[in-house]
Structure formats: C-alpha cells, structure tokens
C-alpha cells in the first residue's frame, strides 16, 4: 500500500503515482487540513475550493 499524499493542482489525495482528477504527477506530502468531500454538487465549500470530485482534499498543500 502506498503512501497517501495530495495533488499540488487539486488537493486531492491519492496513492497512485499520477492524480486520478487533473493526471498531473506533482504531489506534496506536507499539507495542512483535510475535508472529506461526499456531495461536492450540494456542499459551498467545495464549489469554493473548486472541487468537482467526490473524495478526501487537504485544505492547503505546501
Ligand atoms: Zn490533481
């Protein structure tokens, strides 16, 4: 099982090697916060943090 890390585009966190949202390959492992996203259509924040996929984001990556 690999480490879970975030997306530096989208903030998403995955343990693939390449982003299953943007399919970029720039992660961080230092982050600040996470948010589990379960309706992203009905939740404010996610539409503020531009988030259109269901699933675990961190609230800042460094
Ligand atoms: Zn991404």
Redesign the pocket.
């Known amino acids: 099982m690999g480490k879970k890390k975030v997306?530096r585009?989208?903030k998403?966190f995955t343990t693939e090697d390449i982003?299953p949202?943007?399919k970029?390959s720039s992660f961080a492992t230092t982050f600040q916060g996470r948010i589990h996203f379960l309706d992203t259509k009905k939740s404010r924040i996610a539409h503020e943090m531009d988030v259109t996929m269901d699933g675990e984001y961190a609230i800042k990556v460094r």
């Open positions: 997306c585009t989208c998403l982003c949202l943007c970029k």
